[in-house]
C-alpha cells in the first residue's frame, strides 16, 4: 500500500497556563485567530485539543467574576466558527481543573496532586473523560458532524497508561496523542518517559502500555519527533525565548508556571529536558521554520505505518503562539503544499482511511 499519502495533521493546546493564570483572549483567543488565519491561507485545518475542563470551570464561575462570561463567549465563538471553517476539535484534559473553584480576582483553587491523568483511579479517569466530553459538546454546540476520536494528557502524562486506554475506549474514543517517541522528562509531579516507544513505527495499537505495540486497542498517533543537531535545537528554543518581546508567549499573554513539583523536582526536569536536546517534537510554536522542516523530514524518512496512512502531528500551543510562529508555521506549509504524498489532515480523517476504529493493521 505504498500509494497512500502521509497525512499531516496540525495540532494545538488550546488553554490556559497549567496553574490557572493567564488571560483567555491574550493566550488562547487571539493567538488562535492568528494560528487558523495562516492555516487557512494554505488549506490546511487546525485540530484544537481543547481543555474543556477549564472552560467548564469558567462558564460555572462566570457570575462570581467579571469578565469570565465575555472570555467564555468569545472561546465559544471560536471554536463554532472554526468547525464552520473546517477546522476540527478533540479532548484534551488537565484533572487538576475538576471541581476548580475562583479564588479572588484572578486565581483559581487547582488540584494539584491531580495534575497526572495517569495518577488517577480508573473511577477518576473515567468521570474526568466523560465531564470533559460533555464540556467540550457544549463548547461547540451543534456546530459539527466531525466525530471526537482523540485525546491528548494534559503535560503528555498519560503514564501508567493501561487504565487510561481502558477510559478511553468505554469513552468511544479510538485514537491517543500524548506519545512524544524518545523524549522524556523526569520531575516527579509531572513525568513522562517516552523512550521505549517504537524508534520506527508512525503509529501503533496498543492496550495496556501505550509505549509497546499490541494486535488491537486504542490508535497511538504519537507527536512527530525527529533528532536535529543538539546544537541546531538548543539555538531554536532560545530564540523562541530571547526574542520574542514575551519570552516566547503570545503578544500580551502572561502566566505562571506552579504545578505539583518542588524547586529541586524542577530542577532535575530542567535537566531531562538538556538531555533530551537533541530530539524535538515538531513544535510549530517554538521551532522556526527550517527546524520544523528537518524535524518533519527526519520522522517521514525513518518511519513506516504498515497499510495505514502515515500521520504526522505537529503541536502547539495557542499561549506559545507568537509572531514568530507565524512566520515559521507559514514556511512550514509552503514546504508541506510541495511535497507530493503529503495531505493536510484531521484524526477522523486519518482514522477512516486507516479503516475506522477496528480497522486493518
Ligand atoms: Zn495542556
Same mark, same amino acid.
Given at each position: ?31 488562535t ?5 495562516v ?7 487546525v ?9 467548564d ?6 457570575t462570581?467574576?467579571?469578565g ?6 468569545a ?13 476540527? !476539535? ?6 487538576q481543573w475538576?471541581?476548580?473553584q ?8 487547582l ?9 488517577l483511579?480508573?473511577?477518576e479517569?473515567?468521570?474526568?473523560i466523560?465531564?470533559g ?13 466531525s466525530?471526537r476520536?482523540?485525546?491528548r ?12 486506554? !481502558?477510559a478511553l475506549?468505554?469513552s468511544?474514543?479510538?485514537i ?15 513525568w ?5 516507544? +517504537? ?5 501503533w495499537?496498543q ?6 505495540p499490541?494486535?488491537s486497542?486504542?490508535?497511538?498517533v ?5 533528532k ?20 516566547g508567549?503570545?503578544?500580551g ?11 529541586r ?24 521554520g +527550517? ?17 495505514v ?31 507530493p504524498g503529503l ?5 477522523p ?13
Amino acid at each position: 500500500m505504498a500509494d497512500l499519502p502521509d497525512h499531516l495533521i496540525l495540532t494545538a493546546d488550546y488553554e490556559v497556563f497549567g496553574d490557572g493564570s493567564g488571560d483567555v483572549s491574550a493566550c488562547v483567543v487571539e493567538p488562535t485567530e492568528a494560528m487558523l488565519s495562516v492555516a487557512a491561507r494554505h488549506g490546511a485545518p487546525v485540530t484544537l485539543f481543547v481543555e474543556s475542563l477549564e472552560f467548564d470551570a469558567m462558564r460555572r464561575a462566570a457570575t462570581m467574576r467579571s469578565g469570565l462570561a465575555d472570555g467564555i463567549a468569545a472561546v465559544e465563538k471560536q471554536i463554532r466558527q472554526a468547525l464552520r471553517d473546517g477546522n476540527d !476539535t478533540q479532548l484534551h484534559l488537565h484533572p487538576q481543573w475538576m471541581g476548580a473553584q475562583p479564588v479572588g480576582d484572578r486565581a483559581w483553587g487547582l488540584d494539584f496532586r491531580r495534575w497526572r491523568i495517569g495518577d488517577l483511579n480508573s473511577d477518576e479517569v473515567r468521570k474526568t473523560i466523560k465531564r470533559g466530553l460533555s464540556a467540550l459538546e457544549e463548547l461547540q454546540g451543534a456546530a459539527t458532524e466531525s466525530p471526537r476520536v482523540a485525546f491528548r494528557a494534559g503535560a503528555w502524562c498519560i503514564q501508567p497508561s493501561a487504565h487510561v486506554m !481502558t477510559a478511553l475506549g468505554d469513552s468511544g474514543l479510538a485514537i491517543d496523542s500524548s506519545v512524544a517517541p524518545g523524549l522524556f522528562h523526569s520531575a516527579r509531579g509531572d513525568w513522562y518517559d517516552f523512550r521505549a516507544a +517504537p524508534a520506527d513505527h508512525a503509529c501503533w495499537r496498543q492496550n495496556d502500555d501505550v509505549c509497546q505495540p499490541a494486535a488491537s486497542g486504542i490508535w497511538e498517533v504519537p507527536i512527530a519527533t525527529a533528532k536535529i543537531s543538539w546544537l541546531r535545537h538548543i539555538r531554536a528554543k532560545a530564540t523562541a525565548r530571547l526574542f520574542d518581546r514575551g519570552g516566547g508567549a503570545a503578544a500580551g499573554c502572561s502566566g505562571g508556571h506552579a504545578g505539583p513539583n518542588t524547586g529541586r523536582e524542577k530542577l532535575k526536569g530542567h535537566l531531562a529536558r538538556i538531555i533530551s536536546a537533541g530530539r524535538a517534537m515538531l513544535d510549530f510554536s517554538t521551532l522556526d521554520g +527550517p527546524t520544523l522542516i528537518a524535524v518533519a523530514e527526519g520522522w517521514r524518512n525513518g518511519r513506516r505505518a504498515d497499510g495505514v496512512p502515515l500521520p504526522i502531528v505537529a503541536i502547539a500551543h495557542s499561549k506559545n503562539f507568537t509572531r514568530r510562529s507565524a512566520k515559521s508555521l507559514e514556511t512550514f506549509l509552503e514546504w508541506a503544499e510541495g511535497q507530493p504524498g503529503l495531505r493536510f489532515s484531521t484524526f477522523p480523517r486519518w482514522l477512516e482511511e486507516a479503516g475506522g476504529p477496528g480497522g486493518a493493521d
